[in-house]
Each structure stands twice: as C-alpha cells, then as structure tokens.
C-alpha cells in the first residue's frame, strides 16, 4: 500500500524557512515523481514543485522560483521542500503525492498534508 507521509509544517513568519518532509512507502521509490502541492480552502489545488525519477527533472511554479528547494533522498526514501523567504501568500496545506514515473498535476497517490501558516 502507497503510503505518503508529511511532516514539518508549523506557524512561521514572513521571511522564515521551513523544512517540510515527505516520507514515503508501499512502492518502488526511485521509479516514481514525487510532487509538492499546496491549496488554501476555498481555492484550486497548486502544483508548487515536483521531481522526477531518473533524469531527476525538478519542476517550480513561477511563485515560489528562488525561494523553495525540492530534494529526494532514495536511500531513505523521503522527499523535502525547502522553503526560504517565506511569504503569507505561500499559507496553504501542503500535500506531497505520487504513482506515476513523471510529474503529473492528478498523481494518484497523496498524503494527508501539512498546515503551512506564514504570519505577515
């Protein structure tokens, strides 16, 4: 069973860094993309960041270019999102997710999130 594990979200302020983790399960780690999603209640699910497998391809939305910093570990099987100069703007619940071998907007496989709230 695909599991999906998130972790390191909390309460920052403007300009702080988070570290958020995604710890992963249940499938064969370094054949698949891992991708970084966020969404604010009321709005469209954001695809935020994701990396692929094999040529390792990192992909980052225009808002968090410069500041956010997606890594994978196949070793330990885990995913991180490095987040720098955080903005309010970037408040969300952020899911990581999974299943297929490049990144995709509708991966099938997703965590349970992690609150993100970034004080102005």
């Known amino acids: 069973e695909v599991q999906l594990v998130e972790s390191g979200g909390g309460l920052v302020q403007a300009g702080g860094s988070l570290r958020l983790s995604c710890a992963a399960s249940?499938?064969?780690?370094?054949?698949?993309?891992i991708g970084w999603f966020r969404q604010v209640p009321g709005k469209e699910r954001e695809a935020v960041s994701c990396i692929s497998t094999g040529d390792g391809s990192i992909y980052y939305a225009e808002s968090v270019k410069g500041r956010f910093t997606i890594s994978r570990d196949n070793s330990s099987t885990n995913v991180y999102l490095q987040m720098n100069s955080l903005k309010p703007e970037d408040t969300a619940v952020y899911y990581c997710?999974?299943?297929?071998?490049?990144?995709?907007?509708?991966?099938?496989?997703w965590g349970k999130g992690t609150l993100v709230t970034v004080s102005s």
């Open positions: 997710a999974t299943g297929r071998p490049g990144c995709s907007r509708r991966p099938p496989h």
């Open positions: 249940g499938f064969t780690f370094d054949g698949y993309a």
